[in-house]
């Protein structure tokens, strides 16, 4: 199986051929493409990124992203629910906005959104 | 005129690669560095980006483009470089002397160095000549990146993307992951003209279909806005084939095809322009044809990493802050670069015959190897080779030569660039 691999900007493709019990890898520049191929065979997994409104800020959007990678199939969902949010300024990047949105992978703020002045 | 003050180096644009140069005229010595930037806040088209995958080369983390500002903007603070908001640049005369209107009013700082960041814009509907209504509802790529990630609204609730660079298909995965339907990135070469993990990432997770050898013939409104587009296939020669058109009813229409360097200012100073990139033309110090104005990022030539732009302009920041200290260079003969079998462009265009130190190449493909040999030749011999898997235009080759290897190049009065196979 063909897999191109999104671990970094050279996007190597990447082929698994299954070998007795195991897979052979081949065509990856790195080790962290050998294991990206892997898991994208068996259970593939992203970061993503969303902007969410938000009240009384000196922006009106913050950018949330996920801590780590979640699975892929979760997006759809996490996506949902973080858009169904309201959420108001003060918000510092690092602030977790949802946390375990998928195993460990909390969604966290990924800008400042600093109270409004005058306000 | 209020008044007129003057700078060691001055970094035109706010960007990641003005705030790479600044930060590096300073640590080589500058200490008045002075950046100048007309938007409300500095990260330049950084702070719209707020996708993932920013630094794996400069920090060594995957950063949203929010946090990798944050962190330039840091560097740059602790450092103490001055860096003046709100501040437009109208014009760099080549003595270096630059004018700007702020709230303040007009006035002008001479410099002894200026490094120009200006960045890039975005080709428009206007360049593409696309037939049809002039209805709202079509948009830049980035114009509704903006409107998305910046100011909070929805561009739209069902797309159909034209073009498929690198900005067109985040803005695919963007537009999706934000509650709307994306039909359809149309892209009239035969392959994506951005970088394969984007496809992946941005296309196949989501489904979107990329429809390659394909183009917009007409764009169709319904009460002032965008109620479909009429697509077609493309032949070998990039015409719409008669009979193949077909209806994608949409409600928004965003282009992605292409980035121009944006050069206004290097224009009105002289500088000169280069033939295939649109962006200055500059020597292996970055410095244009203008004595002491050095020019870097986007502005030089479009990027596909801002890690590369950013590394790109901290050459450029380093050599304007030895131009201000030492009060100038003498430039001596030079050899240019000549482009061979498989290379559309490399920068610098002009290697010094006086210079030291280590050069950096960058270089765009202009066609698609599964295996090749980038190879640099000075006077006929092989200085530089390597083995690339992969090449293609999308992405950009990037190759840092050694001093010994700089050296020959500087004394080879015949200087080539190309891929074997």
Do not use: W
């Not at chain 2, 500002?69 to 908001?85: F, P, V, Y």
């Not at chain 2, 700007?100 to 001479?110: A, K, L, P």
């Amino acid at each position: 199986m063909e897999v191109v691999c999104t671990v970094c900007p050279r996007g190597c493709n990447i082929s698994v051929i299954s070998e007795g019990e195991g897979y052979a890898v081949q065509g990856n520049g790195c080790m962290r493409g050998k294991d990206y191929a892997l898991r994208e065979l068996t259970m593939p997994m992203r970061n993503f990124s969303l902007a969410l409104s938000v009240a009384g800020g000196d922006t009106d959007v913050v950018a949330v992203r996920t801590s780590a990678p979640v699975r892929r199939e979760c997006i759809a969902e996490i996506a949902l629910a973080a858009r169904a949010l309201t959420l108001s300024a003060p918000i510092k990047a690092g602030d977790v906005i949802i946390s375990k949105v998928d195993g460990d992978s909390d969604l966290i703020a990924a800008s400042t959104v600093n109270l409004k002045e005058g306000t | 005129m209020i008044n007129c003050e003057s700078r060691s180096v001055v970094v035109i644009g706010g960007g990641p690669a003005g705030l790479s140069a600044a930060i590096a005229a300073f640590d080589a010595g500058a200490k008045d560095v002075l950046v100048l930037e007309r938007d409300t806040r500095l990260g330049g088209i950084l702070n719209q980006c707020i996708h993932n995958g920013f630094g794996l080369t400069l920090f060594k983390s995957e950063l949203t483009g929010p946090e990798y500002a944050a962190r330039l903007i840091d560097m740059a603070s602790e450092r103490g470089i001055e860096c003046r908001l709100n501040t437009t640049v109208v014009s760099v005369a080549p003595d270096k002397t630059i004018t700007c209107v702020s709230e303040e009013g007009v006035f002008s700082i001479t410099a002894d160095a200026i490094v120009l960041t200006c960045g890039c814009r975005e080709r428009p509907r206007g360049a593409i000549g696309i037939a049809g209504a002039r209805c709202a509802g079509v948009y830049t790529a980035g114009t509704a990146q903006k409107l998305v990630n910046i100011m909070g609204y929805m561009a739209g609730r069902e797309c159909v993307i034209l073009g498929s660079g690198d900005i067109g298909l985040i803005m695919a995965r963007r537009m999706t992951l934000q509650g709307a339907k994306v039909r359809a990135v149309l892209e009239i070469m035969p392959r994506a003209s951005g970088l394969m993990r984007n496809v992946v990432q941005c296309l196949n997770d989501y489904d979107i279909p990329l429809m390659t050898s394909h183009t917009v013939v007409d764009v169709l409104s319904q009460g002032g806005r965008v109620s479909g587009v009429v697509a077609a296939k493309v032949d070998n020669d990039m015409r719409p084939i008669a009979g193949s058109e077909f209806l994608l009813p949409c409600d928004t229409l965003l282009l992605s095809v292409g980035l121009i360097p944006e050069t206004e200012l290097a224009r009105e100073a002289g500088i000169g322009l280069h033939r295939v990139t649109g962006g200055a033309e500059v020597d292996d110090t970055l410095m244009s044809n203008i004595d002491g104005i050095f020019c870097a990022g986007n502005m030089l030539h479009v990027h596909d990493l801002a890690d590369y732009a950013c590394l790109e302009s901290e050459v450029a920041g380093k050599r304007a802050a030895e131009y201000a200290i030492n009060g100038g260079v003498t430039r001596g003969a030079f050899t240019s670069v000549e482009c061979g079998d498989g290379i559309r462009y490399a920068v610098p265009m002009k290697i010094l015959s006086s210079g030291s130190g280590s050069i950096t190449f960058t270089a765009r493909p202009s066609a698609e190897y599964a295996l090749g040999r980038i190879c640099i030749e000075a006077d006929g011999e092989e200085i530089y080779s390597k083995r690339e898997a992969g090449i293609r235009p999308a992405t950009m080759l990037r190759y840092v030569l050694n001093s010994a290897q700089s050296d020959k190049l500087r004394s080879a009065s015949r200087i080539c660039i190309k891929v074997r196979e």
